[in-house]
């Protein structure tokens, strides 16, 4: 039937009328998958899909091998990953796009941030005064900021009323706090005001039309390649840092549920992080993982003493190990993840899942 289709209309136009169709198929299906209008992403380099790569003295990058050697290009983009980081499986889940790193989409193509847009900073934290080892990042506040000019943006293209509606759709992902407690113990300054209150107080998104968030409690960092080849013995977690990911975690669910009651506008689904981590962990066969201690791309002590760097030496299986690098999970753990706060149970996503979230 469609080779007589074909030679009534002649080959040409009745293959560039199949492609057109098709693509149209395509676009519907897409369009039928999408569940939010945009997904907007604020932390540190647990997210940061390339800002990093714009910042011109920052040491905190990953656009170099061995990063991205299983990513679908085959090559580093910025992500602090073997391949794909969390903030690429939430956008599939909802049937988006990746959002852009902010610092890489021209002024002229604001377009771009329709969908979304990462201000995520690899090194990052939530106050100005962390980073000061890795020398320049962007803080949570300044990536509120960019944030607003993107809001400013949006109202010029669709009006207030348009953008204000887009938005209240959208999700806001935030994951940051780690790179605190990790300057926490070193910096007196920060123990003065070392407090989620900060957290909170630092965001403005509400008043520029964000609704519904998506928070990620901090891991269990104590264990963490890093952190375990500061042991001189069995090298076993750190307990200390540990216990401050804890104590944060409370202060912040307890502060988030504050935040509900005085704005019953928003929603929000909280991951515990710290929980479903530390049960990777220590169950790694459970998850399909053979290596949880050691770091796949590195070098010295558990792959720990020496970045993933160019010269460093690289796992063949990155799918058996947990960890990629000296501080950041492999993507098969970060797909393990996302999955949970996507539709995991109130054991880990609270008081609701991303899914339910969406429909809320």
């Not at 676009?27 to 011109?56: R, T, W, Y």
């Not at 020398?135 to 010029?156: A, F, M």
């Not at 407090?195 to 264990?223: E, H, N, W």
């Not at 515990?272 to 530390?278: A, E, F, G, K, P």
Request: glycine content about 8%; overall charge positive.
């Amino acid at each position: 039937m469609l080779l007589l289709v074909a030679r009534k209309m002649g080959n040409k136009a009745f293959f560039l009328s199949f492609l057109t169709g098709f693509a149209l198929i395509l676009s519907l299906e897409f369009a039928s998958a999408q569940m939010v209008p945009a997904i907007f992403v604020f932390g540190d380099s647990l997210v940061d899909v390339g800002n990093n790569n714009k910042l011109p003295v920052s040491v905190a990058k990953a656009n170099f091998p061995h990063n991205g050697i299983d990513f679908p290009t085959k090559k580093a983009t910025g992500r602090f990953s073997n391949g794909k980081n969390a903030a690429d499986f939430l956008a599939q889940k909802v049937g988006l796009p990746t959002s852009p790193a902010y610092l890489s989409v021209s002024p002229k193509s604001t377009s771009s941030f329709m969908t979304g847009a990462s201000f995520a900073s690899g090194g990052a934290g939530i106050f100005n005064g962390t980073d000061r080892t890795l020398g320049q990042s962007i803080p949570l506040t300044k990536q509120v900021g960019y944030y607003e000019s993107v809001y400013d943006n949006l109202i010029q293209q669709q009006g207030l009323s348009g953008a204000q509606k887009r938005l209240s759709k959208s999700l806001f992902a935030i994951v940051i706090g780690s790179n605190d407690i990790f300057d926490y113990s070193g910096s007196s300054d920060l123990q003065k005001e070392s407090t989620p209150q900060q957290y909170v107080d630092s965001m403005r998104l509400y008043a520029s039309g964000a609704r519904k968030f998506v928070f990620a409690g901090i891991g269990p960092i104590g264990c963490i390649p890093a952190q375990r080849i500061k042991s001189q013995t069995d090298h076993g977690c750190n307990e200390g840092s540990n216990l401050m990911a804890v104590s944060y975690n409370k202060g912040l669910n307890s502060m988030l549920r504050e935040l509900k009651s005085n704005l019953t506008a928003i929603s929000y689904s909280y991951f515990d992080t710290y929980s479903l981590l530390l049960n990777i962990i220590q169950n790694p066969a459970t998850y399909g993982f053979a290596e949880a201690e050691a770091a796949c791309c590195g070098r010295g002590k558990l792959n720990a003493q020496i970045p993933c760097l160019p010269v460093a030496k690289y796992c063949p299986s990155r799918r058996d190990h947990v960890f990629w690098d000296l501080y950041h999970p492999t993507e098969a753990t970060a797909a393990i993840l996302v999955d949970a706060i996507f539709d995991g149970p109130k054991q880990y996503a609270f008081p609701m899942n991303v899914r339910q979230l969406v429909t809320v």
